[in-house]
């Protein structure tokens, strides 16, 4: 089946870690998002990338790395300067560049304790 | 400063009446926009679209309506069912910036009543 994978759905981090988060998308489309969602609020962007080997910060970059090494891939690095990570991220990829919709994963749970 | 806005944290409506879910923009590039359903845990689902060039577009029970004067935009659900319980967001990009992404809402929490 097509899809978004995200994982793992459920991590824990002590403070002053560095996590990775995985995003793979079959779906062959060029563009891929990273978004973060917190209690009782909307989906703000963190990174987006148009295509291999680019991406650009979205509103609230500060204290993540991502990369596009591959078409399929897109990983979230939460560094230790991130300084309320304990958050719900969402990874989602589209298919070209305008107006086509973009589709979601499950979503990872990140709890800093 | 919040592009897309959804006044309306939450709605609750008795099964088998309209749900109407607005949302309000600020940004007249925007000429894409989106409604998504989205249960607690889980990514978002795209739910229906509507391009500027449209005033109204439906599919089954949902219809989206477009007021570009107004830079308003709603989700009729007609019947409401319970299993449309779930958070609603709006979203909108603009194709012409180049940049890509969407931009959200805060979400309206709809509760349809048995």
């Known amino acids: 089946d097509g899809g978004i994978t995200q994982s793992p759905k459920y991590l824990f981090r002590k403070e002053g870690q560095n996590v990775t988060l995985s995003c793979e998308q079959n779906?062959?489309?060029?563009?891929m998002y990273w978004y973060r969602q917190d209690p009782g609020q909307g989906l703000r962007l963190i990174y987006y990338?148009?295509?291999?080997?680019?991406?650009q910060k979205g509103d609230i970059a500060e204290g993540y790395s991502v990369s596009r090494e591959k078409k399929e891939s897109f990983p979230l690095t939460v560094t230790s300067a991130q300084k309320n990570p304990t958050a719900f991220y969402l990874c989602a990829s589209r298919g070209s560049l305008y107006g086509n919709t973009i589709y979601f994963g499950e979503g990872s749970w990140l709890t800093v304790v | 400063d919040q592009q897309v806005k959804q006044n309306s944290p939450s709605l609750s409506v008795q099964e088998g009446r309209i749900s109407i879910l607005n949302c309000d923009y600020t940004?007249?590039?925007?000429?894409?926009f989106l409604w998504y359903k989205k249960y607690p845990a889980e990514g978002p689902t795209f739910l229906i679209s509507i391009s500027s060039i449209k005033d109204k577009n439906e599919d089954g029970r949902f219809t989206v309506f477009l007021n570009k004067s107004a830079k308003h935009l709603s989700l009729h659900i007609v019947p409401s069912q319970p299993g449309d319980s779930a958070v609603y967001f709006c979203a909108a990009s603009a194709s012409q910036t180049g940049a890509n992404n969407l931009f959200f809402g805060t979400g309206t929490r709809l509760t349809v009543i048995p």
């Open positions: 990338s148009q295509i291999v080997n680019d991406f």
């Open positions: 779906l062959n489309h060029d563009a």
């Open positions: 940004n007249s590039m925007f000429d894409y």
